[in-house]
T-cell receptor, first 116, second 112 residues
């Protein structure tokens, strides 16, 4: 079974631009959650999508958004990039709803975003 | 609010030493789950264990063991006879209600 796939692996953007990251979950998994990892803040929960609906959201500004398609693939968008958005963005999938379901997560290798 | 504290930022040991990674959590939920994940240099977090709040039995899996103590709100992870391949960042996580929190992680370096 293929694992969680995230593309691209690396991205370099400049301040003010926007970026879209993609995540393909494990086949059959309906939940996709996104995390931001930085040396200073560690791993922080961004949001979770389940059956094309955002089910829960972390404490991030509205510049961070996402969506999920009918095949469970998910995209995350960050608009008006700031230097502080430089981070490793990780996506994880699980068979059932994460928040409230306490499922174990299967992670992708992440997208390393650098904002210059 | 939930909180997970991994006070050890970095640990360095020599191969074959035993090492314990500490995890202390805070939650008001009576039902919650605790996790440990390993993040090797490739970046992908790998699930190691899940424990629910009603199961305080310790668990052993090969060289890995976990000690869950509700009285001290701790869920510590011990690697026995460490190996170079154990070098990674280890995260403790807490899931309860609609919240998932990770600790800051402990970077373990095992030297040959």
């Amino acid at each position: 079974k293929a694992g969680v796939t995230q593309t691209p692996r690396y991205l370099i953007k400049t301040r003010g631009q926007q970026v879209t990251l993609s995540c393909s979950p494990i086949s059959g998994h309906r939940s996709v959650s996104w995390y931001q990892q930085t040396p200073g803040q560690g791993l922080q929960f961004l949001f979770e999508y389940f059956s094309e609906t955002q089910r829960n959201k972390g404490n991030f500004p509205g510049r961070f958004s996402g969506r999920q398609f009918s095949n469970s693939r998910s995209e995350m968008n960050v608009s008006t990039l700031e230097l502080g958005d430089s981070a490793l963005y990780l996506c994880a999938s699980s068979p059932m709803l994460l928040t409230g379901g306490h499922e174990k997560l299967f992670f992708g290798s992440g997208t390393q975003l650098s904002v210059l | 609010a939930q909180k997970v504290t991994q006070a050890q930022t970095e640990i360095s040991v020599v191969e074959k030493e035993d090492v314990t990674l500490d995890c202390v959590y805070e939650t008001r939920d009576t039902t919650y789950y605790l996790f440990w994940y390993k993040q090797p240099p490739s970046g992908e977090l790998v699930f190691l264990i899940r424990r629910n709040s009603f199961d305080e039995q310790n668990e052993i899996s090969g060289r890995y063991s976990w000690n869950f103590q509700k009285s001290t709100s701790s869920f510590n992870f011990t690697i026995t006879a460490s190996q170079v391949v154990d070098s990674a960042v280890y995260f403790c996580a807490l899931s309860g209600g609609n919240d998932m929190r990770f600790g800051a992680g402990t970077r373990l370096t095992v030297k040959p």
